[in-house]
């Protein structure tokens, strides 16, 4: 039952890179709606209250004219297959800057358009879990077993409800210790690594490995793990700081202990187009790292804060929203850099 077998080719109906307005057309679409989202996150409304009146679901008539005006973009190309599984890291040991947001939405994204994904949680707080809806109580086997008693991950995976093609290696409360059992395991930086070459990955397009806000043996399991590195900067002050840190320990990691690692992708998370702030931030960012940085910008947006409480991605809590468009164009763009 948690074979990774495609069950549902999705189709085709994405957003094409080449958009008449271009990747900043989109940027400018995405802050111009930012601003009611954002007004609306100021307000004092609580979480259930402002959930229940707005949740949207996935068939209502405005996702399905979102998902019309796409078509109409002349936006309906498959997006293609990588060759072999790309198996990508999500990690920034700065705390809250959308790790698991990122890796929800893109996971989620990435699968309603045929790719084949699996999301692995390695956060003690589970966060990726709880937004896909995993069940877990005392007896769930989760990664933790994975790292620490050699569970296959081919056993634990489950599928996340109501999204063909994606699986979930979910996080338990156990994974807080697995830093320091860790230790006195042999080859302990290596433990995610040998549970990827123990199962055939063939039948997957995308692993997406969730990090918790730290640079400890947990973080850099997954950088032994992986072949790329995603890293999501909040558009904030301070959000380059530490980053320096980030960037040394990929290095060390790429020269003993994984060569073919790299970073491949930086995301720009909860922009806001009303500050300069904001836009300062995301000059300085990719004026240092250039073409690594997605053209798309994820703005920050009430419903991508909302979808978690309700076990779902913002992708399928509401399709419509600017950051399910934003999360679906950063998909296509990481996609088509295959
Ligand atoms: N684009 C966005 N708009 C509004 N809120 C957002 C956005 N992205 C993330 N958030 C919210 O910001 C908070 C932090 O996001 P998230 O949990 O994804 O960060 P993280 O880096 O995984 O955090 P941690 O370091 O604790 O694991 C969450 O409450 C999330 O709902
Ligand atoms: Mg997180």
Same mark, same amino acid.
Not at 118 to 132: E, F, H, I, R, Y
Not at 206 to 224: E, F, K, Q
Not at 257 to 282: E, K, P
């Given at each position: 039952?948690?074979?990774?077998?495609?069950?549902?080719?999705?189709?085709?109906?994405?957003?094409?890179?080449?958009?008449?307005?271009?990747?900043?057309?989109?940027?400018?679409?995405?802050?111009?709606?930012?601003?009611?989202?954002?007004?609306? /996150?100021?307000?004092?409304?609580?979480?259930?209250?402002?959930?229940?009146?707005?949740?949207?679901?996935?068939?209502?008539?405005?996702?399905?004219?979102?998902?019309?005006?796409?078509?109409?973009?002349?936006?309906?190309?498959?997006?293609?297959?990588?060759?072999?599984?790309?198996?990508?890291?999500?990690?920034?040991?700065?705390?809250?800057?959308? %790790?698991?947001?990122?890796?929800?939405?893109?996971?989620?994204?990435?699968?309603?358009?045929?790719?084949?994904?699996?999301?692995?949680?390695?956060?003690?707080?589970?966060?990726? /879990?709880?937004?896909?809806?995993?069940?877990?109580?005392?007896?769930?086997?989760?990664?933790?077993?994975?790292?620490?008693?050699?569970?296959?991950?081919? %056993?634990?995976?489950?599928?996340?409800?109501?999204?063909?093609?994606?699986?979930? @290696?979910?996080?338990? *409360?156990?994974?807080?210790?697995?830093? #320091?059992?860790?230790?006195?395991?042999? @080859?302990?930086?290596?433990? !995610? %690594?040998?549970?990827?070459?123990?199962?055939?990955?063939?039948? +997957?397009?995308?692993? !997406? *490995?969730?990090?918790?806000?730290?640079?400890?043996?947990?973080?850099?399991? @997954?950088?032994?793990?992986?072949?790329?590195?995603?890293?999501?900067?909040?558009?904030?002050?301070?959000?380059?700081?530490?980053?320096?840190? +980030?960037?040394?320990?990929?290095?060390?990691? %790429?020269?003993? !202990?994984?060569?073919?690692?790299?970073?491949?992708?930086?995301?720009?998370?909860?922009?806001?187009? &009303?500050?300069? !702030?904001?836009?300062?931030?995301?000059?300085?960012?990719?004026?240092?790292?250039?073409?690594?940085? +997605?053209?798309?910008?994820?703005?920050?947006?009430? &419903?991508?804060?909302?979808?978690?409480?309700?076990?779902?991605?913002?992708?399928?809590?509401?399709?419509? /929203?600017?950051?399910?468009?934003?999360? +679906?164009?950063?998909?296509?763009? #990481?996609?088509?850099?295959?």
């Amino acid at each position: 039952m948690n074979s990774f077998v495609p069950q549902n080719r999705a189709d085709n109906d994405g957003v094409s890179r080449e958009t008449p307005a271009g990747a900043y057309g989109d940027l400018l679409d995405v802050s111009r709606e930012t601003e009611a989202d954002s007004v609306a /996150s100021q307000a004092s409304v609580s979480r259930e209250t402002w959930g229940a009146a707005h949740a949207v679901a996935p068939e209502t008539p405005l996702a399905q004219m979102a998902h019309a005006a796409m078509a109409d973009r002349g936006q309906d190309t498959p997006w293609p297959r990588p060759k072999s599984c790309r198996i990508i890291s999500v990690a920034n040991q700065k705390g809250g800057v959308g %790790k698991t947001t990122t890796t929800v939405n893109i996971a989620a994204a990435l699968a309603m358009h045929g790719q084949r994904v699996l999301v692995v949680d390695l956060d003690p707080q589970g966060n990726a /879990s709880t937004a896909l809806g995993m069940e877990r109580d005392n007896q769930t086997r989760s990664i933790y077993h994975c790292l620490v008693e050699d569970e296959e991950i081919r %056993k634990l995976a489950q599928p996340v409800p109501d999204i063909p093609n994606l699986w979930c @290696a979910p996080a338990t *409360i156990d994974l807080a210790g697995a830093e #320091i059992e860790l230790v006195s395991l042999v @080859a302990r930086e290596a433990r !995610l %690594k040998r549970a990827f070459a123990a199962y055939d990955t063939s039948d +997957l397009d995308y692993i !997406l *490995i969730d990090c918790p806000p730290s640079l400890g043996l947990l973080t850099v399991n @997954a950088m032994v793990a992986c072949d790329e590195v995603m890293i999501p900067i909040q558009c904030e002050y301070y959000a380059l700081e530490g980053l320096g840190q +980030l960037l040394r320990n990929v290095e060390l990691v %790429k020269s003993h !202990l994984n060569t073919g690692l790299s970073i491949s992708t930086i995301l720009l998370t909860m922009y806001d187009g &009303r500050t300069r !702030l904001s836009q300062q931030v995301a000059d300085e960012v990719r004026s240092h790292f250039g073409d690594l940085v +997605l053209r798309t910008l994820v703005p920050r947006s009430v &419903r991508v804060s909302e979808a978690p409480s309700y076990a779902q991605s913002v992708m399928t809590y509401d399709p419509s /929203s600017t950051g399910a468009m934003a999360y +679906l164009e950063a998909a296509r763009e #990481i996609a088509h850099r295959a």
